[in-house]
T-cell receptor, first 114, second 110 residues
Framework: ETGVTQTPRHLVMGMTNKKSLKCEQH?????MYWYKQSAKKPLELMFV???????ENNSVPSRFSPECPNSSHLFLHLHTLQPEDSALYLC?????????????FGEGSWLTVV | EDQVTQSPEALRLQEGESSSLNCSYT??????LFWYRQDPGKGPEFLFT???AGEEKEKERLKATITKKESFLHITAPKPEDSATYLC???????????FGTGTRLQVTL
């Protein structure tokens, strides 16, 4: 069991649906991240939050909308996605956004867009 | 732009056959190099952090080393349960975000 929990583990959605991915960390960290992992490609950073404030948006399309209500919870709201958005979405956390801190990952949410 | 290249892309070993995985990196101001293990369908599991050239870290059959241009993950007498994808990532500058390589997929057979 990891200190970062993601739900759901698997999600299938149509291109017109609206769904959300949820992440909770139990490590007492202050920074949280969303990464995308597609086949044969390196993990791509999507968003960074530090003490609930967004500090980085890595040119992510607006059909992905993050929300961080507190330092322990992170959401990724999804709407009007495309089939190429199908991937493993990984949530992660670290003590803060300063370098030198280890980033710990959750088990991921497998998203399939049909 | 930070770059991380891992080789080989895939490696098949017999149980007990030691080998090394390579991670070459180009960054401006390395703050940390991280190794993760990822099992199919799961998130990356943290293994090691290396901060400067010459540093070594060890855990069971794994040993990570680093120079100014590359890092190696040495696997001694591997077992089938060591089969996984091993990811290398770097932190540079003042931010904690990671730049990843594409990984080495390791398969250890009996």
């Amino acid at each position: 069991e990891t200190g970062v929990t993601q739900t759901p583990r698997h999600l299938v959605m149509g291109m017109t649906n609206k769904k959300s991915l949820k992440c909770e960390q139990h490590l007492g960290h202050n920074a949280m991240y969303w990464y995308k992992q597609s086949a044969k490609k390196p993990l791509e950073l999507m968003f960074v939050y530090n003490f609930k404030e967004q500090t980085e948006n890595n040119s992510v399309p607006s059909r992905f909308s993050p929300e961080c209500p507190n330092s322990s919870h992170l959401f990724l709201h999804l709407h009007t996605l495309q089939p190429e958005d199908s991937a493993l979405y990984l949530c992660a956390s670290s003590q803060d956004v300063n370098s030198g801190n280890t980033i710990y990952f959750g088990e991921g949410s497998w998203l399939t867009v049909v | 732009e930070d770059q991380v290249t891992q080789s080989p892309e895939a490696l098949r070993l017999q149980e007990g056959e030691s080998s090394s995985l390579n991670c070459s990196y180009t960054v401006s101001g390395l703050r940390g190099l991280f190794w993760y293990r990822q099992d199919p369908g799961k998130g990356p599991e943290f293994l090691f952090t290396l901060y400067s050239a010459g540093e070594e870290k060890e855990k069971e059959r794994l040993k990570a080393t680093i120079t100014k241009k590359e890092s190696f993950l040495h696997i001694t007498a591997p077992k089938p349960e060591d089969s996984a994808t091993y990811l290398c990532a770097v932190q540079a500058g003042t931010a904690s975000k990671l730049t990843f390589g594409t990984g080495t997929r390791l398969q250890v057979t009996l």
